[in-house]
C-alpha cells in the first residue's frame, strides 16, 4: 500500500494548483456538500439529479443517473427530462461534485466502479465521461461510498475490501481527472475497528471526521437474514474518527455504538461541532470539544422508539445549525430535530413520508426537501411496501407538503438512491485551478 507523509500530501496539493486547506469553508447550497465546493446555486434549483440502483427486467436494468426538473416555474416541473444509463448494474449507491463542480462522482457498492458525470457542460443534460475500475487493484479495497472534494482532489470512502469482504477498509485519494495517489488504511489499532462510512470535514480546524457502517457480505445480504445472523450483527462499525486533515493521520477513535452513518457539521459561523445518527441503536451523537479543549462523542438524543429499529438512514441539517432532519427507513417517517441546544436536541415534528424512505436534502433555504426511498437493493421492502420514488416537498416551518412524486418503479428507472442538486446558471467550461482557488478566497 502506498502511504504518503506529510509533506508528499502538501506537495500534491501545490502541485495541482489548487486551493489551500486552510481557506474558509465554502458552504454548498446543499447542506452536506464539502466545504471545498465552490460554486454554488444562489436561488432556486433547477434539478435534481438522482443516482438510481438498477432493477433487472425494469426498463434496460443498469445503474443510471436521471435528472429530474424541479424548478415551478417549468413546464417539466416534476418529471424526469433524462437518464443516462451506465451499461451495468453495480448497486449504485452514493455521489459527490468535484470541488469545481463540474463533475459529479458516482459509484457502485457491488462492482466497485466510480462513473464521472460532465454537469458543467450542460447542467440539465449530465454527460458519462469516465468509469475509474481501479479502486480495487490500486488499494484493496472495494465498496466506493462517499465522494467528497478536496481542492483538486477526490477522497473516496469505501466499505469493504477485496480479502474477505468484510468492513476493514480504507480511503482512495484521486486527483480531479480520476488519476489514482494514495490510500489511508481506517486504522484496527487504539480501539479502531478498521471499518468506514462517511467523511466529513472542518477546514479551520483541520479536522476530518469519518463514520463506520459495514462491509460487502452483509450489505450485499438480505437485510432480513442480516438481522437473524447473530455473528452478522457483530459485523458492524462501532466508532467514529478523528484525523489530523492535513496529516491524513487518525488522532482519536470515538466509541459510538450502532453504526455511525451520515456526518454534519454545523454551518453556522463559529460553531465547531457535528452531528451523527446511529442506524442500529437510532441514536443522534455530538461530536464537540469539551471544557478542556478535547474533542469528545455523547449520545445526545433519541429517534424514535429504538426497540422498534426504525433505522435512521440519512440526516440533513439546516444552514444555521439549529434543526436536523433525520429519516427513518424502517417505519417511512421523515423527522425535524431543534437543534439549537446541540447538548439536547428536541424532536419537533414528524410525517410519514413514504413506506419506506433513504435520502433527504434540502435546499440552502430550507424551503425545500427532497426524499428517495431506496436503501440498498437487499434491504428494500418487498410487495406494495417496495416504493420507488422521488418526492419534492415544501417547508414553511411548522408542516412537509408534497408537491410532486416521480414513480421510479413506473417510469422503469430503477431504485431511486443519493440525489444532488444542479442549476442552469452553473453551465461552464472548464474551470482552471487558479479560478477556483480564487472562488474558494471570496467566500
Same mark, same amino acid.
Given at each position: 500500500m502506498i502511504r504518503f507523509n506529510r509533506a508528499m500530501f502538501y506537495a500534491a496539493f501545490v502541485c495541482a494548483g489548487a486551493v489551500s486547506l486552510d481557506v474558509p469553508q465554502a458552504y454548498g447550497d446543499e447542506t452536506c456538500n464539502s466545504p471545498y465546493v465552490t460554486k454554488l446555486i444562489k436561488g432556486q434549483e433547477d434539478y435534481v439529479y438522482v443516482w438510481a440502483l438498477g432493477v433487472e427486467g425494469l426498463g434496460d436494468g443498469s445503474d443510471k443517473m436521471v435528472t429530474v426538473d424541479v424548478n415551478p416555474r417549468s413546464k417539466n416541473y416534476g418529471k424526469a427530462i433524462q437518464r443516462v444509463s451506465v451499461g451495468s #448494474?453495480? %448497486?449504485?449507491h452514493h455521489m459527490g461534485f @468535484? &470541488? &469545481?463542480r463540474r463533475f459529479l462522482w458516482a459509484g457502485?457498492? %457491488?462492482?466497485? #466502479?466510480?462513473h464521472v458525470f460532465d454537469i458543467a457542460t450542460d447542467p440539465g443534460r449530465p454527460r458519462l465521461v469516465n468509469t475509474i475500475t481501479n479502486l480495487a487493484e490500486k488499494t484493496g479495497y472495494v465498496g466506493p461510498h462517499t465522494y467528497y472534494a478536496l481542492p483538486g482532489r477526490m477522497l473516496v470512502q469505501a466499505l469493504s475490501n477485496t480479502r474477505d469482504k468484510g468492513g476493514v477498509t480504507g480511503m482512495a485519494l484521486y486527483n480531479n481527472k480520476g488519476d489514482f495517489i494514495t490510500s489511508y488504511a481506517m486504522p484496527v489499532d487504539n480501539g479502531g475497528d478498521g471499518y468506514g462510512y462517511d467523511l466529513a470535514v472542518n477546514p479551520r480546524k483541520n479536522m476530518l471526521l469519518t463514520s463506520s457502517f459495514t462491509g460487502y457480505n452483509n450489505y450485499m445480504r438480505s437485510l432480513g437474514e442480516v438481522v437473524k445472523d447473530p455473528e452478522a450483527m457483530k459485523r458492524f462499525g462501532n466508532t467514529m474518527l478523528l484525523w489530523d486533515l492535513k496529516a491524513m493521520k487518525p488522532q482519536k477513535v470515538f466509541s459510538v455504538p450502532g453504526a455511525p452513518l451520515e456526518i454534519r457539521w454545523s454551518l453556522k459561523p463559529g460553531d465547531n461541532w457535528a452531528v451523527a445518527a446511529t442506524a442500529l441503536t437510532s441514536k443522534i451523537w455530538l461530536v464537540k470539544q469539551d471544557a478542556k479543549g478535547e474533542w469528545q462523542a455523547k449520545d445526545v438524543a433519541t429517534i424514535g422508539d429504538p426497540t422498534k429499529i426504525p433505522l435512521p438512514v440519512d440526516i440533513s441539517i439546516t444552514r444555521d445549525g439549529r434543526g436536523l432532519w433525520v429519516n @427513518?427507513?424502517? &417505519?417511512g417517517k421523515t423527522r425535524y430535530f431543534d437543534l439549537s441546544n446541540p447538548e439536547a436536541p428536541k424532536q419537533t415534528y414528524e410525517k410519514q413520508t413514504g413506506k419506506q424512505v433513504?435520502?433527504?436534502s434540502q435546499s440552502w433555504d430550507g424551503k425545500r426537501?427532497?426524499?428517495t426511498s431506496s436503501l440498498l437493493a437487499n434491504w428494500d421492502k418487498g410487495?406494495?411496501?417496495n416504493e420507488q420514488f422521488l418526492r419534492g416537498f415544501t417547508w414553511n416551518g411548522k408542516e412537509l407538503k408534497q408537491v410532486f412524486e416521480v414513480d421510479f418503479t413506473a417510469e422503469k428507472l430503477g431504485r431511486a438512491h443519493h440525489?444532488?442538486?444542479?442549476s442552469k446558471a452553473l453551465r461552464t467550461a472548464y474551470t482552471r485551478p487558479e479560478t477556483s482557488r480564487q472562488l474558494a478566497l471570496n467566500r
Open positions: #448494474r453495480g %448497486e449504485a @468535484t &470541488d &469545481d457502485g457498492l %457491488e462492482n466497485s #466502479r466510480i @427513518t427507513f424502517m &417505519d433513504n435520502m433527504i426537501v427532497y426524499i410487495g406494495a411496501d440525489m444532488k442538486l444542479g
